[in-house]
Structures are given as C-alpha cells and as structure tokens.
C-alpha cells in the first residue's frame, strides 16, 4: 500500500509539473505576442481601399475573450468614426493616394450624423481632384447615403438599391401580458414618454405618434436633401413613392432600375469593380492582393501621424445604453465612466473637456454619476461642451446638461426628458394555477414590493412619487442648463423626443457643429492656437488590445460574415433584429432595472453595434424559449 501511495504521489507530482510547463508556455507566447508587433506594411502609391464590413460606431465594444471561446464564432469587426473620417480627409492631401474605393458588401450601418460626416470627407476627396469609387450588392439606406457621395457608383448585377425611409415596427405586448394575467406595474412623468407604451397598450398613442411622425419626417428630409445635393440628377421621386413600378420599368432587374435612376452610374461584379479601379491606379498582381494597387484601411490609419500640439483636451464618450457599474466600452457604464472623468480631474493635465453623446439614456443613477463627475470638472473653471452624435435622449441629454455650449447636428435625436419605472406582479398569474399569497404586515410597505403578492397601494405611491421626484430633478437640471425656467422645460419636456433643428430652436441645444467645432470651441476658450484631444479610457488592457488587434488586422484580405447580401439576406437580418428587441424588450420588463431615463422609441434610430456571439447566443436563447412548444 506505501508503494502504490508513493507512485500515486510521483504521478501526481508529474502531472502538477506538466500543467505548471503548459501554462509558463502559453503565458510566454501569449507575453511574446503583445510585445512583438508584426513590420507595418508601408503606404504604397495607388488607391486607399476601405472596406467597412461592420458598423462604424463612436465608441468600439470590448474583444471579450469569454464571448469568444463560449460562441464559437468572432464578433463583428467595428470602426471608428473619428478614424474613417481621419483617414478619408488625410487621402485628399496625400500625393501617394490617386483615389479611395469604398467597399460597402458588409457594411453594417452607421447614425445618421456619423454617414453625414463621412459623406462630408468623402467630397473633401473628390474636391481635391481624386476619384471616389464604391461597391455593394444592395444599398440600403445608410450605405446609400455614403455611396451617394462617390464620383462612380458600383452596383453587383444581382443587386440593387432599395430605399426604405425611417419607421418602422414596435411590439407591443398588452395583450400578451393580460393573457398571462402578468401586471405591469407602470410608474412615469411625461405625456410623451412613450417608452412603457408596449406594456401598457396594444399600439402607439396618438401623442407618441405625433412627436415620431415629426421626427422621423425630418430624418427622411435630411436624407432627401442630402443625396439630391450630391446626386442632382437621381430621380428620387418614383423610387421612394411607387418602387414596384420602378422595378418593372426595367422588368423587374433592380441593377438596371438603380442606373435608369441614376442612383448608380455601373453595373458589375467585385472584379469588374477591380478591373476598373486598375485602370486608374495600376493593377498589382501580389498573391492575396487587390487587383489594383492599393494601401489598405488599417494600414494606413496606423501610418497616420498623432496630433499632440498644444494643450490636452480630455473627450470622454457616452455611447450605447447608459448602465449601473463598470460596463463597457460600448456601453456606458456610469461608474466606468465617471471614475475615468475623476482620474482626469485629479490629473490636472487636461485644460477642457468634450463629451461625445451618442446614447439613448437607460439607469438614471448611472446617468447622475456621470453628470456629477463632469459637473465636479468643471467646477476646477475649465470649459465643457457636449457633442452630440446620432442619439442624445433621455439619460443622453441628462449627462449633457452640465456643458457650458452643446453642439448638434440635424439629423441628432435628442430630448426625451422623462423617467419611468416598470414592475410587474404575477399574483393573477399564481392564482390562475391555484397559488395563493397572505402574510402579516406591521407596516405599509412591510414585503413591499411585492412580485408575487401585489403591490400595496403605498408601495405605488411611493414608487410614483419617487418618479415624479426624479423627472423634477431633470427638469432642473435642463432649466439651470439652458437658463429658463422648470415651467417652460416642463412644456418642451413630457418625454417627447425632437430633431437637432428643433432642439435649436427651442433651445436645447446652442448651435449645429460636429465634434471638430465643439473641440475647436473648447479650444477658443482656453485661449489655446494649439490643441489635441484624449480620448479617455481609449487604451485597452494587454489581452483585450491583443485581441482588439487580431480582428482589425486587415493584411489577409477581406473578410466577409456568412449572411447573404441579397434583398433575401437582408429580411432575415431583419428577422434576426426583431428577435433581438424582443429580447430586449422582455429583459427591459423583467431584468429588476431600477427608475429609467430611456427613450425606447429612439432604440431604432441607435448606432447599429457589431453583436458579440454572447449577444447573438442569448438572443438565441431567449427566442428557444418563446418558441419551444416543449417548455
């Protein structure tokens, strides 16, 4: 027996020092990997070739190493929209690059704002003498409003363009909920707020239409306005207003109907595409090349020089949903955020501040946090502005109202100054199974609230007066920011959402611009002839940048994600995002969120973001259940 427990002791002793010899071996690749960069490629005479298989977003979501091993798959790649707009600007006045392709197959939308902004550098590069060239199969809205842009409009001969305008479908769950006798508990301020709607009725109230319909028929005019400024000659009027007829004019051949309106000047393949672009910049016969010589996206941005003249100007980013703790890049964690915006403070090396919004709202005690620590910078007599992206509402517009001058854009959504609360009981539910609920009170809110039992009439009056104490505080908060009073907030307030040429005239917003006036305001402030932005918290940690890197990398080729890009492709996509708020709607109703500043009916108008395969598989998860008729 003492020989076998001494072998035993010898194997295990074995097997402890092969484990201990793996993990030093994976941690010293892995620390070899991070600390060795492969030779970067140079900048060749040619075309700049983008190619934007995936959403251009303002603030990038975190590689997360867990999603990846679990989902089995990789996440969609996101871009920048500060560095494709630097890197276009920086090919108008680059003598290596004779003109810029733009490859659109994959591209996985944008805001408004960040297409328009694009589109801006986009002339900037054509006004200097130099070709444009963009391709897809299917142009949808976003990437035709880039496209429009382009000297020469390429469209695949099984492709097409299709206009579609925003709108759109909201789900509504009333009914449902009163056939699983569920109760929604609803606790809001605002005759507009219309973000409980889908709980509390079976479609959208005339107040709630009212204030989208306004909305959305500004988005659609700036649209208009936009392509017709670029594209003077496409006839739009037919393809936005009858677009079977249009089709059938060129018998049903949507690449030939997009020529004969002149929203696409050729029809061809990738390498016919390719063959063209040769014809300008030469070919290049490299194996794994493009057909014509070209510097790549990534390539050259990582070749572009750093601005770090003058005074440092810290530019922190409020993107995505707004949430309770450390969550993010991607999504803005209020305490993440907030202790970055302390660490500057403290740091005395940034003389101003921007913050770049572009969020719906969501926690209005992460949004607060925010608010705060701006408010606490500052309170050191530095400048602050806001710029505002795409989407500025609700929570977006509370961190926002600390700034001493806010900057929009048209096409920005904004306001939706209002909060709610949403608690649902299931006592109806129990009771239709034969559950029963009783127990002893010593108080009004002893067990309150409670999901199962019910909620007591104290419990719901002070839940509402908490809300209402809450919309009180966002209304004065917009009153002291804007210098009017709460009562005329009050009647601009009501939770209804407005477009940035509204939100001007109304006053809450100071004047249009993007991120480069708001920065150059700061900068006139400070007094500054030089100036250079910071992006805090814009380094990630060893591994996550290593990942980061892994998936930018672009010197293979290009990449493409399996879903078609056909007009079939693109309606399961849809398909695919209807699941998606369906799962967001059920996490929003039943996921315990404390009082909201969120504005759900801007969801739609959001920055599209690159799902991780966690998102996708819970996604996936959630539709199982729904549909399972075996659960």
């Known amino acids: 027996m003492k020989f076998a427990r001494a072998v035993w002791s010898i194997l295990v002793a074995i097997k402890d020092g092969l484990v201990l010899l793996l993990l030093l071996l994976f941690f010293g690749g892995l620390s070899l990997a991070l600390s060795n960069r492969p030779t970067e490629a140079r900048v060749q005479d040619g075309a700049l070739a983008i190619t934007l298989d995936g959403p251009v977003v303002e603030e990038r979501s975190k590689v997360e190493a867990r999603a990846l091993l679990l989902g089995g798959g990789k996440p969609h790649r996101q871009y920048l929209a500060r560095d494709v707009v630097r890197v276009i600007e920086a090919a108008a006045n680059d003598s290596r690059v004779h003109a810029v392709t733009l490859d659109l197959e994959d591209f996985g939308g944008a805001s408004r704002v960040t297409l328009s902004r694009i589109g801006t550098a986009i002339d900037k590069v054509r006004h200097a003498g130099k070709p444009v060239l963009v391709r897809a199969v299917l142009y949808e809205d976003g990437a035709y409003q880039l496209a429009a842009h382009a000297s020469e409009v390429w469209v695949d001969p099984l492709g097409g363009v299709m206009v579609r305008g925003p709108g759109g479908t909201m789900l509504f769950y009333h009914d449902l909920l009163d056939r699983l006798k569920v109760k929604a508990h609803v606790f809001k301020v605002g005759t507009y707020k219309s973000a409980v709607e889908p ?3 079976s479609n959208l109230s005339p107040e709630a239409k009212e204030a989208e319909n306004q909305v959305y028929g500004a988005l659609w005019h700036h649209w208009l306005d936009e392509v017709k400024a670029v594209r003077p000659h496409a006839d739009l009027s037919l393809v936005t207003t009858d677009p079977v007829k249009w089709l059938n004019a060129s018998g049903g051949d949507a690449a030939k109907a997009a020529l004969a309106a002149g929203l696409a000047d050729k029809i061809g393949d990738k390498a016919a595409f390719g063959k063209r672009v040769a014809e300008l910049v030469g ?9 014509y010589k070209a510097t790549r996206y990534a390539t050259y941005l990582a070749r572009l020089p750093a601005n770090d003249k003058g005074k440092a100007i810290a530019v922190v980013t409020v993107a995505g949903d707004i949430v309770d703790g450390d969550a993010g890049p991607g999504t803005a964690g209020g305490d993440r955020i907030a202790a970055l915006i302390d660490k500057a403070t403290t740091s005395g090396d940034y003389a ?14 992460a949004s607060e946090r925010i608010r705060s620590a701006i408010a606490r910078f500052k ?6 502005a806001v710029s505002m992206g795409g989407l500025a509402a609700s929570g977006g517009y509370w961190v926002s109202t600390p700034a001493d001058r806010i900057f929009a854009e048209p096409n920005t959504i904004t306001g939706s100054i209002g909060i709610f609360a949403v608690i649902p009981t299931f006592e109806d539910t129990l ?12 108080t009004p809110l002893s067990g309150q609230p409670d999901v199962l039992g019910g909620l007591s009439p104290a419990m719901e009056g002070v839940l509402q007066a908490d809300i209402d104490m809450g919309y009180r505080r966002f209304v004065g908060l917009v009153a002291a920011s804007r210098h009017q009073s709460p009562e005329a907030i009050d009647k601009i307030a009501q939770g209804r959402i407005w477009d940035g040429g509204t939100a001007r005239q109304i006053g809450l917003v100071d004047e249009f ?4 006036q708001a920065l150059a305001w700061v900068g006139h402030r400070l007094g500054a002839g030089k100036y250079h932005p910071v992006y805090l918290g814009d380094v990630a940690d060893g591994f996550a940048g290593f990942l980061q890197q892994v998936f930018d990398d672009d010197s293979e080729g290009d990449t493409h994600d399996d879903s078609a890009h056909d007009l079939f492709g693109r309606v399961s996509l849809a398909q695919s995002a209807l699941a998606g708020q369906l799962a967001a709607d059920l996490g929003r109703l039943l996921g315990g969120h404390g009082a909201q500043a969120y504005c759900l009916e801007c969801a739609g108008l959001a920055t599209p973001a690159g799902d991780t395969v966690a998102v996708t598989a819970e996604r996936a998860q959630w539709m199982s259940r729904l549909l399972d008729p075996k659960r």
């Open 379 to 384: 309170a050191k007599g530095a400048p602050v």
């Open 283 to 291: 070919s290049d016969k490299a194996p794994g090349a493009l057909a």
């Open 431 to 442: 009771g239709k199974y034969g559950i029963g609920t009783d127990g002893v009170r010593t």
């Open 352 to 365: 101003g501040m921007v913050v770049r919004v572009d969020s719906p709202g969501g926690s209005v005690l």
């Open 513 to 516: 611009g993007d991120m480069d």
């Open 199 to 201: 709980f509390v009725r």
